[in-house]
């Protein structure tokens, strides 16, 4: 039996950014890669998205206070 967390109200929506919006992102804010948080590959959201190490993944969250709120983390092995 297999689990989608994604059904899950605490889990945030996540996607994983094509290469030309990671590019766009890190030329945004002139970051690069190394400067955003880790999360692990073996992280139950990477696995579930079919992350591999060097991957973006945007988490999409709601707020009271912000609506919509946006963050990014890059996967590590």
Not at 13 to 42: C, H, T, W
Not at 44 to 69: C, D, Q, W
């Amino acid at each position: 039996m297999e689990i989608d967390i994604f059904k899950n109200k605490l889990v945030p929506k996540s996607r994983i950014l094509k290469e030309e919006e990671e590019k766009e992102l890190l030329e945004k804010y002139n970051i690069s890669k190394k400067q955003l948080p880790r999360i692990l590959v073996s992280d139950p959201v990477a696995k579930a998205l079919n992350a591999k190490p060097g991957n973006i993944i945007e988490f999409t969250r709601e707020s009271k206070t912000a609506g919509m709120s946006k963050f990014y983390r890059v996967v590590v092995a």
